[in-house]
């Protein structure tokens, strides 16, 4: 049996269940899925939805279109938000608390959670499928953390779920923003499988097929809609690159993204130049943040990586180097953000720590309830 809906106020997000399990369909195709804080709530009702009722057996999260799973969060609408907050009452804020919210519950929903991450995968969409139980993954997906183009840092808990990489290759990720491949992802430990993605194509039809066994697990039953017995193992292109990483961004914990970038400019590798270039567009302030964040965040539970994100988000939007990331590379695209202070040199540690320093006391944190 199966029920579809596509509420008035969230048109956004469909909903279908289909022989016990809900699909839940980001359906924003002509922004990449592009979260909006609309979509957030709805997406939070569904999953309290799905959470209370005892005939839905798991949830599955796919993008609508050809192109993305999910692209991020509508930075542009985070853009004005900012840009129109002169009396500093970060309306925005909201955003980030109702997102970490529900990424949270993904992590934690006590139903399996199969994200199919066909296509673009980016910030957001990262998320979200991060917490899934079971991460498909195909040969159009395309991953990436990106945010320190922009003046911000992997969030989204990409503190924690980056803690499954070696050190060397988080911080790579993390700093550069680089484009995983989806039998990439499945290597490093980002997705559980790699699937031709034709073959999800037909995978409500296999739903309904499923006659529930008392005797198999649910994940058992589920793992034959979703991954195919001839799985695909392409080669990973992060292998060929995988020493040259090691080699750059294996550095002791002191070292900072200085000591990676003087590391770098001694390699004359198209690959180090390459490297080299994107490191010196991105925001300077915040990959000595992302550093630090990342390294802080293998030690640190999923709560507390939440709560150290919302609080280096804030001081990069209230006073950081989001609003001009965004101007230059999305709102004006002249591709010359005017970063502050313009080199890694000029970054103080004072004002690192003042990034990772909570705004808030512990016990008024807004995510203290997690």
């Not at 017995?229 to 995988?242: F, K, V, Y």
């Not at 490297?275 to 992302?290: D, R, W, Y």
Request: with cysteine.
């Amino acid at each position: 049996m199966s029920t579809l809906e596509l509420s008035r106020d969230a048109p956004e997000v469909a909903f279908e269940v289909v022989n016990r399990v809900a699909i839940v369909t980001l359906d924003r195709p002509h922004a990449l899925n592009a979260l909006s804080h609309g979509m957030i709530a709805h997406l939070a009702e569904r999953f309290a939805q799905c959470a209370a009722d005892d005939s839905i057996a798991a949830v599955v999260l796919r993008g609508a279109g050809e192109k993305a799973f999910c692209a991020g969060g509508d930075v542009r609408k985070l853009y004005h938000a900012a840009r129109n907050d002169p009396h500093h009452e970060t309306p925005w804020l909201k955003f980030f608390i109702d997102e970490y919210r529900l990424d949270f519950t993904v992590h934690r929903f006590a139903k399996p959670v199969i994200a199919l991450m066909d296509g673009i995968v980016m910030g957001g969409g990262m998320g979200l499928a991060q917490g899934a139980a079971l991460r498909i993954a195909t040969e159009r997906t395309r991953m990436a953390m990106p945010e320190t183009r922009i003046g911000l840092l992997p969030d989204v808990g990409a503190t924690h779920f980056l803690r499954v990489l070696p050190r060397d290759l988080a911080l790579y990720v993390g700093l550069t923003g680089a484009r995983l491949s989806g039998a990439d992802a499945r290597r490093v430990g980002l997705a559980d499988e790699c699937v031709p993605s034709t073959w999800l194509r037909s995978f409500v039809e296999r739903l309904e097929a499923i006659r529930w066994d008392d005797a198999q697990d649910t994940m058992t039953q589920l793992a034959r809609v979703f991954v195919p017995s001839a799985n695909i193992e392409r080669h990973a292109p992060l292998d060929d690159m995988r020493a040259q990483i090691k080699r750059h961004f294996a550095v002791c914990a002191t070292g900072g993204v200085e000591r990676i970038v003087a590391s770098l400019a001694t390699d004359e590798s198209d690959w180090a130049r390459a490297t080299l270039a994107l490191l010196e567009s991105h925001s300077p302030t915040m990959l000595e943040v992302t550093y630090h964040a990342l390294l802080r965040g293998r030690q640190m539970s999923l709560a507390d990586c939440f709560r150290m994100e919302l609080g280096v988000v804030y001081r990069a939007i209230d006073d950081g180097d989001f609003v001009e990331g965004v101007r230059a590379l999305i709102i004006d695209k002249d591709e010359r953000p005017r970063f502050a202070p313009t080199t890694l040199a000029q970054v103080r540690a004072e004002r690192v720590q003042h990034f990772l320093s909570s705004p808030w006391r512990r016990e008024m944190h807004p995510l203290a309830d997690l």
